[in-house]
């Protein structure tokens, strides 16, 4: 699996964003929402996933405020989440996984100021899931620094429209998922 580094567009958004690159996945462009990944560093994952792979997909309940990851109807595993807020929702519908990139970068989009910090205590955590594009801007599922781990394990609504998992369990949803898997998230 090749790695590539990009930037993201910043989303014109009052929470913070991150920037659109010039090295773009094999699948298609990605553009970022919410609390999107970036920058230098960042790795995508772009290789199409097997077909035994393909048959396994994501599913968020949004009222439940739960993630489970689903294999021809078997739960593989599920975890908690916190979701949208109400003025800024995570979508519902069906959309499939349009990127992955380790270490994301995360950029205000308010100021425009990049924070450089990779890893599980950056503001997106360790691992980005991109599932759904809207011009410039995705949503995707993300990790969390231990300073906001509260609004997962209490399960609130506060995020721009992302999802955000604990380090551990976006890390285990990362590596067996591949570009491609479906993401239906239920109200």
């Known amino acids: 699996m090749a790695r590539r580094t990009f930037r993201l567009q910043p989303r014109l958004t009052p929470l913070m964003a991150l920037l659109l690159g010039s090295a773009l996945m094999a699948a298609g462009p990605a553009g970022h929402a919410a609390d999107e990944p970036a920058g230098a560093g960042a790795e995508t994952a772009a290789a199409p996933a097997p077909p035994a792979v393909l048959s396994r997909e994501i599913v968020l309940e949004l009222g439940r405020r739960q993630i489970s990851l689903v294999e021809e109807g078997k739960v593989l595993g599920s975890w908690p ?3 949208g807020d109400p003025r800024t929702p995570t979508p519902t519908g069906r959309f499939v996984v349009e990127n992955k990139v380790l270490n994301p970068i995360y950029q205000s989009t308010s100021s425009g100021k990049v924070n450089n910090k990779v890893g599980p205590q950056a503001p997106l955590g360790d691992r980005w899931i991109g599932f759904k594009q809207s011009g410039l801007n995705q949503y995707g599922i993300h990790g969390t620094p231990d300073a906001w781990s509260w ?7 506060v995020s721009n429209g992302c999802v955000r998992m604990l380090t551990p369990h976006v890390r285990q949803l990362f590596d067996q998922v591949e570009v491609g898997t479906p993401v239906i998230v239920r109200p």
Do not use: L
């Open 81 to 83: 989440v916190a979701i």
């Open 151 to 157: 609004t997962v394990t209490s399960r609130a609504a």
